[in-house]
């Protein structure tokens, strides 16, 4: 009777390989898409900065012809300016590509620097009726 129990166990191991092999593969390819979305979504943040980035260092010749640009960039970068607009001296710049699950969306914003520091001293002196920059004292 034992040599039947172990006649009847053959192969098993084998079954047994071959499903941990299947999940194995299967969690494989997961991470490989979810790497993949991952990789789409740094691409797409970095079209979308250097839509905006274009877009506001051409701002000079019209909203127009800055949008144009931003739509080269972002299409040189594989993905699709969505949106395009100007406040000023600022742009915003919303672009898009296409995954397997999905689209994948980013928006960046590109103008003037403000000098934080520069502009909160201009304000204190203006509040304590200062006429000079000099100094950034408290009054």
Do not use: Q, Y
């Not at 194995?24 to 740094?42: K, P, S, W």
């Not at 993905?79 to 689209?103: D, I, K, Y």
């Not at 980013?106 to 000098?115: I, K, L, M, N, V």
């Amino acid at each position: 009777m034992s040599g039947r129990a172990a006649g009847d166990e053959r192969g098993s191991a084998a079954v047994s390989g071959v499903v941990a092999m299947l999940v194995l593969i299967v969690l494989a390819v997961a991470g490989m898409r979810a790497g993949a979305v991952v990789v789409v979504r740094h691409r797409v943040n970095g079209a979308a900065d250097l839509a905006a980035l274009a877009a506001a260092a051409h701002l000079a010749e019209g909203e127009g012809r800055a949008c144009e640009l931003a739509k080269l960039v972002a299409e040189e970068n594989a993905a699709v300016l969505v949106r395009c607009s100007a406040t000023g001296w600022e742009v915003v710049a919303e672009v898009s590509a296409t995954t397997p699950f999905g689209p994948v969306n980013a928006r960046a914003r590109a103008g003037p620097a403000e000098d934080r520091e520069r502009l909160e001293h201009d304000e204190r002196s203006t509040r304590c009726g200062e006429r000079t920059h000099t100094g950034a004292g408290t009054c």
